[in-house]
């Protein structure tokens, strides 16, 4: 999509979205300023596709490299944006709040299976290695979930399509439980039985 504006022109990616509100007041530019603030695109989130069953484009899975059997499932997170995403710390393997070293980790967005490069999974599946991860500093132990998150900055920013989109932030400190609303559960764990 572009959108003109004598002396500006806005190019807006696939997948993103200008909120345009309904004055379109007009636009001046007087000594080099233009007097309306600089518009922004927010990306398209939270779609999933039609006619499938299995991908969830905000899904992140977390594998550990290792040198004598590959790469291993560690968790998963989700995609807040091109370079961020949001996990459990206890998916950050590590001895005594100490994370192992980011080059032996690779996050995968835009997959339908479990397994690291599975041949079943599509073509528009994107891999990264790590450039940062953290965690809080009120985490003690996988088995209590204070201070349970951890924030990943892949090396790669991903690139958004039908399979690979972040999930959608709600901001407005407003939430609505009700018993007809639905939403996904995204993992890759065995099924649970809740009494």
Same mark, same amino acid.
């Given at each position: 999509?572009?959108?003109?504006?004598?002396?500006?022109?806005?190019?807006?990616?696939?997948?993103?979205? %200008?909120?345009?509100?309904?004055?379109?007041?007009?636009? +001046?530019?007087?000594?080099?300023?233009?007097?309306?603030?600089?518009?922004?695109? *927010?990306?398209?989130?939270? #779609?999933?596709?039609?006619?499938? &069953?299995?991908? !969830?484009?905000?899904?992140?899975?977390?594998?550990?490299?290792?040198?004598?059997?590959?790469?291993?499932?560690?968790?998963?997170?989700?995609?807040?944006? &091109?370079?961020?995403?949001?996990?459990?710390?206890?998916?950050?393997?590590?001895?005594?709040?100490?994370?192992?070293?980011? &080059?032996?980790? +690779? +996050?995968?967005?835009?997959?339908?299976?479990? #397994?690291?490069? /599975?041949?079943?999974?599509?073509? &528009? +599946? *994107?891999?990264?290695?790590? /450039?940062?991860?953290? %965690?809080? /500093? #009120?985490?003690?132990?996988?088995?209590?979930?204070l201070g349970d998150l951890?924030? %990943? !900055?892949?090396?790669?920013?991903?690139?958004?399509?039908?399979?690979?989109?972040?999930?959608?932030? /709600?901001?407005?400190?407003?939430l609505d439980l009700n018993?007809?609303?639905?939403?996904?559960?995204?993992?890759?764990?065995?099924?649970?039985?809740?009494?």
């Amino acid at each position: 999509m572009r959108s003109m504006v004598p002396w500006l022109s806005l190019t807006v990616s696939s997948f993103t979205n %200008i909120p345009l509100s309904k004055k379109k007041p007009n636009r +001046v530019c007087r000594g080099g300023r233009w007097h309306f603030p600089v518009p922004y695109c *927010q990306p398209v989130c939270g #779609q999933k596709p039609a006619g499938t &069953e299995s991908n !969830i484009p905000w899904h992140v899975s977390i594998y550990w490299n290792t040198s004598f059997i590959g790469y291993v499932y560690v968790g998963e997170g989700v995609l807040l944006s &091109e370079r961020v995403i949001l996990t459990e710390t206890r998916h950050i393997p590590g001895n005594h709040r100490q994370i192992f070293p980011k &080059e032996v980790y +690779v +996050v995968v967005v835009g997959h339908s299976y479990k #397994q690291f490069n /599975d041949s079943q999974d599509p073509n &528009e +599946v *994107q891999v990264s290695k790590v /450039d940062a991860m953290f %965690i809080t /500093d #009120q985490f003690r132990n996988e088995t209590a979930f204070l201070g349970d998150l951890g924030v %990943i !900055i892949p090396q790669t920013p991903f690139t958004f399509n039908t399979k690979v989109m972040p999930v959608c932030l /709600d901001w407005t400190r407003e939430l609505d439980l009700n018993v007809d609303n639905t939403g996904y559960a995204t993992g890759w764990a065995s099924k649970y039985t809740y009494l």
